[in-house]
């Protein structure tokens, strides 16, 4: 292919992290093109067969909000919905499916397909066109070159991947792929610094070899819940999980093997999650635990093929065979892919701006693992915001920036690009600390207007949210001012197990008791709640129940906003006496282009952020240059 | 204009001098009414009002003044209280406005709003940074000297069965899919009474006697029988220390409290350094470098009718940042150099020259100790520890009361995610103290202490 085509935003990589680029891109207006090294590999899961879960599941109502694919996907080739932490608390309640894997990636590849603006061609891409510190477009093997006003890299674990099983070690980007090795070098010349990260997969065992009466039985909820905004209900047939666990045995053929892991023999040189340790780690980390659990996961309905979750190995290949024999139910089981551990290049993410832009390369955008993240909902999120941006900058519009308080998604961002990468970045709840006020029911509240506002969503949708909200209000005056008599109250109450009342109350005071819920109101306050669905008297019930904890994390957040409200300009000097040490390196380093950022960089501290305003205000008062505050975030 | 309103006491602390207290920024009228219990004043006019705590107690009569914006130094609405000088008054009326939600000033802040309304010029910026920079270093230092004393210990024994309690919280929410252990709510509830408790007890005890602590610090350094106790007796003028020319004498700390021109002063005398097998001396000597390290001033004494030795200059070294001065003591015996001889040996500014026996040069002394209080670092050192105190025992209740919360919380079966929020609080309000931040160490915690990972 060696003529020259051209289009408005290419998109490097078919992941999920691509899969949102593009589609969001597409969606916008713009000529796109996803370039992938095989069509086949489209929104396929190369680790766990399932979507959500602690975090990610709040991260995927996030993206849906915003308008990408990944929920509606999800919600149609599903196979076992469950929400966790229903205990915890609303704001942790988290959605996870396990998929049906071929008929997710069949789903999607449908949907690109059919997207007008959306086209797709299968090549690997060697190289970044470069005009002028601009990406101009890529360089596909062949030499065949194709121009666009940006590009997206969503490369996923394919630069320079290295995969290792046992003493073997091998180039591949995962099981049964070649890894992509040019562009990797390509952006090192052109100045991108890298770092290399490890991760891992466990085996997969045939589904008629596993003896299932020997696990315990793991069913989806009764009642399943959509992570889609948009879809009504989950109508498909769920299917089980199944629980099982190691035990000494297991542990001892382990530790047999180590001097074969290519974790305990330094061939593996990146640094791997500490929240997802190989089994390996776990038995030589842990070695007073008798037993670790198991998942048995169905990778679909009609496949062969059980994911062991819970037993991510490097081991040796007999060593992972004589390992899953020892397993209780595994006892005959026939793997059909070995585990492996696959190192692989990152690009660290304080080089890029909080639109997810390249510093050094303008209008080179990294999304997904590319920028040392894990997850496939990590990355579907920075994919739909790099696909934003890319299209708001070539309109020259502001990109959307998410504050910390207003979605996972924009903590996620933020962290990226103050923190220091020192193992793939996960999403959890705990890294929010707003985190009450970030509910998966409420995503649709906070960030819906970015997709109207972008139109990757009808404002009919924007609509259907506002009525749904003045629904919740009017039910809220309702239930806080209609009071119901003090014999009814304590029937509530006495069946909720809380201290009867002498006096009559309203139903929200009632509702505000812990162990009360919205249905037991119900019985007494029908009225207010009958134009309620399920979710809609969710989300009553919590803001009712939380009033005090939200009122008082909304003012925290708010505080800190006033930090994140002061740009730095782009060039601005760290060169300043006063400034402790600590703090210019890693000012330097980061290049934060708030103050709020400023603030969240470890070894800064308040004292050093008054010293900066004082340097802001004197250039400002000098009538300096503000610096190219719109090219950037 | 910001969004913080600040406090600070602007003078240097005494016993029985004026103190002024300064308050600038939108809040600062609201701040005044709530503290005097009266409305609507004319600005620049000066009232006398009684300050009144939370509870209506009276804290002092004082003289305010309300500055209007933009005509202040800060350019916001500015509140001066001119109270008496005394510690204790001063730390009150601190807390009290901290309690109607004044922020604490941090280090140069009422300079850096003075520069950032354009009341200063530019030419400033690098002296308001400067300043803000040795102001923090200033403040640093005396945060970690006062955890080092009392207060360090218990802090963070609570801080570390808080953020145990929360690890467990947290450990619950983010992993739930996971054989971890789960956590009692009964058992933390009474953890959490007792935490309650101890703070209660370091509020009062640890927090006050610092509060106590709050005159300023002289030490008297020096080698053996230079005749420090000597100086020691003749600065409170009575006969307290051991004094005999039998080398060694005073081998623990005393200390005594003076008054130099209506300012407080610990005075304390330390053993005299020398190099000496007994075991007890020994220690002494250590007990006597500590407290130099951590006073406000030292008199480091020399024997003026002797030539100065080498290890005079070493020691004399060693004393960390109070403000010194070198005393030449037993000019009765005649002095082997002059005033300015002695100081260009010893590498210092000025020496005094004193007979401590005949109580001569004493009130040169008296005069050097004072200025240094009302002017130098040592009168930095000494404001901050006020601020210091009142901050940490205004975070230490904030501890309290997210604990406060939690108990209540976890007594009315509340899920998950409130009990984390109101432990994330309580830790987060210790972190104030102890420097240490909660994001960052929780998954660290829960990472190393916990077999996570499916």
Excluded at chain 2, 352 to 367: F, K
Aim: include cysteine; aromatic fraction near 4%; proline fraction near 4%.
């Amino acid at each position: 292919m060696n003529k020259i085509e051209r289009y408005e935003i290419v998109v490097v990589g078919g992941g999920h992290a691509g899969c949102e680029a593009a589609l969001a891109a597409a969606r916008m207006g713009f000529e796109t093109l996803m370039v992938t090294i095989n069509k086949d590999d489209i929104a396929r899961m190369p680790c766990n067969p399932a979507i959500g879960g602690l975090a990610k599941g709040q991260l995927v109502r996030e993206v849906d909000a915003l308008g990408g694919e990944m929920a509606l996907n999800i919600d149609e080739t599903g196979i076992q919905f469950r929400m966790l932490n229903r205990a915890k608390g609303p704001a942790v309640w988290s959605p996870r499916a396990q998929a049906d894997k071929a008929r997710y990636h069949e789903r999607m590849v449908r949907v690109i397909m059919s997207e007008e603006l959306l086209e797709v061609l299968e090549a690997e891409v060697v190289g970044i066109g470069v005009d002028s510190d601009r990406a101009s477009g890529v360089i596909v093997r062949g030499g065949g070159r194709i121009e666009a006003q940006r590009v997206i890299l969503a490369l996923g674990t394919f630069p320079n991947g290295l995969m290792h099983i046992g003493e073997e070690s091998f180039p591949g980007g995962r099981e049964g792929e070649p890894p992509s090795c040019g562009l990797s070098d390509d952006l090192a010349s052109l100045g991108i610094e890298r770092g290399r990260l490890k991760t891992g997969t466990p085996a997969r065992v045939e589904r008629s070899s596993v003896d299932f009466s020997r696990c315990l039985e793991q069913p989806g909820d009764d009642d399943p819940s959509p992570f889609s905004f948009r879809t009504e209900r989950i109508d498909q047939k769920q299917v089980s999980c199944y629980i099982t666990h190691t035990n000494q045995a297991t542990h001892d053929t382990i530790r047999s093997g180590l001097d074969r892991s290519p974790l305990y023999t330094g061939r593996i040189s990146g640094v791997g999650p500490r929240y997802c340790p190989s089994i390996e780690d776990k038995v030589v980390r842990f070695p007073d635990r008798d037993r670790h659990q198991i998942f048995l996961e169905p990778e679909g309905i009609e496949s062969e093929e059980i994911y062991i979750n819970g037993l991510s190995t490097s081991l040796p290949r007999d060593v992972q065979e004589g390992m899953i024999r020892t397993v209780p139910g595994l006892e005959d089981a026939r793997i059909v892919r070995y585990g492996y551990a696959i190192e692989y290049d990152f690009f660290p993410p304080r080089q890029i701006y909080p639109s997810l832009e390249s510093r050094r390369i303008g209008g080179l955008y990294f999304a997904g693992q590319v920028n040392g993240t894990s997850g496939y909902e990590e990355a579907a999120a920075q994919g739909i915001l790099a696909g934003i941006n890319a299209g708001r900058s070539i309109k020259r519009e502001k990109p959307i920036l998410l504050g910390r308080a207003e979605g996972y998604a924009g903590v996620l961002v933020d962290d990226l690009v103050t923190k220091e990468i020192g193992e793939p970045y996960r999403m959890f709840t705990s890294s929010a600390e707003h985190r009450l006020l970030l509910r998966q029911d409420n995503a649709d509240e906070r960030l819906l207007k970015y997709a109207v506002r972008c139109r990757l969503l009808p404002k009919g949708q924007w609509e259907r949210m506002i009525e749904r909200r003045r629904r919740i209000n009017r039910a809220a005056v309702r239930i806080g001012r209609e009071r119901i008599g003090a014999a009814d109250c304590n029937e509530i109450l006495e069946g909720g197990g809380e201290r009867p009342v002498q006096e009559p109350q309203s139903a929200a005071r009632l509702l505000q008791r812990p162990r009360i819920t919205i249905e037991m109101i119900a019985t007494a306050m029908a009225g207010p709640l009958l134009e309620l669905d399920r979710g809609e008297r969710v989300a009553l019930e919590t803001r009712v129940k939380y009033e005090g904890y939200i009122k008082r994390q909304r003012r925290m957040a708010d505080r800190l906003l006033r930090l994140d409200r002061m740009p730095i300009p782009e060039g601005f000097s760290y060169d300043i006496k006063a400034l402790s040490t600590e703090a210019r390196e890693k000012l330097e380093r980061f290049r934060p282009v708030t103050l709020g950022q400023a603030s969240r960089i470890s070894g800064v501290r308040t004292s050093d952020l008054s010293i900066i305003m004082i340097f802001l205000d004197r250039m400002r008062r000098d009538g300096a240059p503000k610096g190219a505050e719109d090219a950037r975030a | 204009m910001e969004g913080e309103t600040i406090v600070a006491l602007s003078t240097p602390p005494g016993e029985s001098g004026i103190a002024v207290i300064r308050i600038s920024g939108a809040r600062a009228q609201e701040t005044l009414d709530g503290l005097t219990g009266r409305k609507t004043r004319e600005s620049h006019r000066i009232y006398h009002e009684r300050l009144v705590d939370e509870e209506g107690r009276i804290i002092d009569e004082a003289l305010v003044v309300m500055m209007k914006a933009p005509n202040s130094y800060t350019g916001e609405d500015v509140v001066e209280i001119s109270c008496h000088g005394g510690l204790q008054v001063v730390s009150e009326i601190l807390e009290a406005a901290m309690r109607l939600g004044v922020m604490p000033a941090a280090p140069g802040e009422f300079t850096r709003r003075a520069f950032m309304s354009g009341k200063l010029d530019l030419a400033q910026a690098e002296a308001v940074a400067d300043l803000i920079a040795s102001e923090t270093k200033l403040q640093r230092q005396v945060a970690i000297e006062h955890l080092e004393g009392g207060l360090s210990k218990s802090v963070r024994e609570i801080e570390e069965r808080i953020l145990e309690h929360l690890a467990l919280v947290e450990l619950s929410i983010d992993f739930t899919e996971e054989e971890l252990p789960t956590y009692d709510t009964n058992e933390m509830t009474a953890s959490a009474e007792g935490l309650v408790e101890k703070l209660e007890t370091v509020l009062k005890t640890d927090v006050a006697g610092l509060k106590l602590r709050h005159g300023m610090r002289i030490t008297i350094l020096g080698a053996r029988n230079t005749g420090k106790s000597s100086l020691y007796n003749a600065l409170i003028g009575e006969e307290r220390a051991i004094v005999s020319p039998v080398p060694g004498t005073t081998r623990d700390l005393l200390r005594e409290r003076i008054h130099i021109e209506g300012f407080t002063y610990y005075l304390e005398d330390t053993a005299g350094i020398a190099e000496t097998g007994c075991e007890i001396e020994a220690r002494g000597i250590s007990i006597g470098r500590r407290a130099a390290r951590g006073a406000d001033i030292v008199l480091f004494v020399i024997d003026g009718s002797l030539e100065p030795e080498e290890s005079v200059l070493d020691e004399l070294g060693r004393i960390g940042g109070a403000e010194t001065l070198c005393v030449l003591n037993k000019k009765d015996l005649g002095l082997s150099l002059d005033e300015e001889a002695a100081a260009k040996r010893l590498g210092v500014e000025r020496v005094v020259a004193v007979s401590a026996l005949e109580g001569t040069g004493l009130n040169g002394l008296r005069r050097w100790i004072h200025e240094t209080s009302v002017s130098g670092s040592a009168a930095d050192v000494g404001r901050e520890r006020i601020a210091v105190n009142a901050r940490q025992a205004e975070a230490l209740r904030e501890v309290s009361e997210g604990l406060e919360r939690f108990i209540a919380s976890a007594r009315e079966g509340a899920p998950a995610e409130l009990l984390s929020a109101d432990l994330r609080s309580a830790a987060e309000s210790c972190g104030l103290v102890t420097g240490r931040s909660v994001t960052d160490d929780l998954l660290d915690t829960i990472f190393s202490r916990f077999c996570i990972g499916k």
